[in-house]
């Protein structure tokens, strides 16, 4: 994807924008964390309660900031910025900011830092992290490209990005930060 068409997706974005994309993982819906519409569209899309919460990605740990809590310890920001072969999602202590949108019922925000390098550069145009959530309905299998993304999403999304591909075929592994439990293996 070109420097220009970036740029307009990252304005689009940062106006409201949903949109499917590849991530470090699998296929994902996204938008800006702080459009509480655009994250209620892709509720609505995926038939998903408000309730679960969402993941955020991010390239640099900086755009998560706003979200969690202030005193994360100096190993707690190590395993945070820590991109390995399998790409872990963190549950950490949401701040008293973060919008109950994000977190759904719970006290923690899902996060990921990632080196995908759409989701990287996308990230650094918007200066934010972005919601990711799989692509699909809910019950229903994951989409796996763009041609799936358009067929069953297209008139529901505002954009659907081409040109990347996900990096795996499996959602991540889900760890709390505060007990280092593994919630979700993959």
Not at 18 to 24: E, G, L, M, R, S
Not at 48 to 62: D, M
């Amino acid at each position: 994807m070109s420097p220009w068409l970036i740029n307009r997706l990252g304005k689009a974005v940062q106006r409201g924008a949903v949109f499917a994309y590849p991530t470090d993982t699998i296929w994902g819906f996204g938008c800006h964390p702080l459009h509480a519409a655009a994250v209620h569209r892709i509720l609505h899309i995926k038939q998903r309660s408000v309730s679960k919460g969402l993941i955020l990605l991010a390239s640099e740990l900086s755009q998560l900031q706003p979200y969690l809590k202030n005193n994360l310890n100096h190993q707690e920001i190590s395993q945070l910025e820590f991109i390995g072969e399998q790409p872990t999602t963190w549950l950490v202590e949401a701040s008293e900011d973060c919008p109950n949108w994000l977190r759904g019922q719970f006290p923690t925000i899902a996060v990921r830092l990632t080196s995908h390098p759409f989701v990287q550069r996308l990230c650094h145009t918007i200066n934010a992290p972005l919601v990711s959530t799989s692509a699909n309905r809910s019950g229903c299998p994951t989409i796996r490209n763009a041609v799936q993304a358009r067929r069953q999403f297209g008139s529901e999304l505002d954009f659907i990005v081409e040109g990347f591909s996900p990096g795996g075929k499996k959602a991540s592994r889900i760890k709390s930060l505060a007990s280092d439990q593994i919630i979700r293996t993959d």
